[in-house]
């Protein structure tokens, strides 16, 4: 892993809140593509005792975006659709995101997210939209 993406994995999970609240962790980037795992917790579930629907597009919308910033640009998701596949009852979750295509605006992803036994239980297609803008953003000198 280059020192860039080192660097955009690392600014990932100290400044994405929703995702350290979640319990979303980056296991792996490159420009491209992402893989992620939550650690499934009591909060995660619905009342049925299976993980929420929001709970897993939490984890396809965090590695999207992680996928698609591994340029070293910002982009966020501009639409998503998930299909949920299989009930979620066995953590940890993991998400693979891989780009299908990209231009210099948009880019277009898979996400797949499995349980805990390797099963998949969700796959999505999205489109993010790319910013001129650096990400991680250039800190101003003071």
């Not at 929703?18 to 909060?43: H, R, V």
């Not at 659709?81 to 940890?92: D, L, Q």
Request: glycine letters at 8%; zero cysteines.
């Amino acid at each position: 892993m280059t020192e860039e993406l080192k660097h955009i994995k690392e600014y990932h999970s100290t400044h994405n809140a929703f995702a350290k609240a979640m319990n979303i962790k980056i296991l792996d980037i490159d420009k491209g593509y992402a893989k992620t795992i939550m650690e499934l917790k009591s909060q995660h579930k619905n009342s049925m005792g299976i993980t929420h629907g929001g709970a897993i597009f939490a984890i396809v919308d965090t590695t999207l975006g992680a996928a698609a910033t591994a340029y070293g640009t910002f982009a966020v998701t501009a639409a998503a659709n998930i299909s949920y596949i299989k009930a979620g009852t066995k953590g940890p979750l993991t998400a693979e995101a891989r780009e299908l295509s990209k231009t210099r605006k948009l880019g277009t992803y898979e996400v797949k997210v499995y349980d805990g036994d390797q099963s998949l239980i969700a796959i999505a297609q999205a489109t993010m939209y790319r910013k001129d803008k650096p990400y991680p953003p250039v800190e101003e000198e003071k």
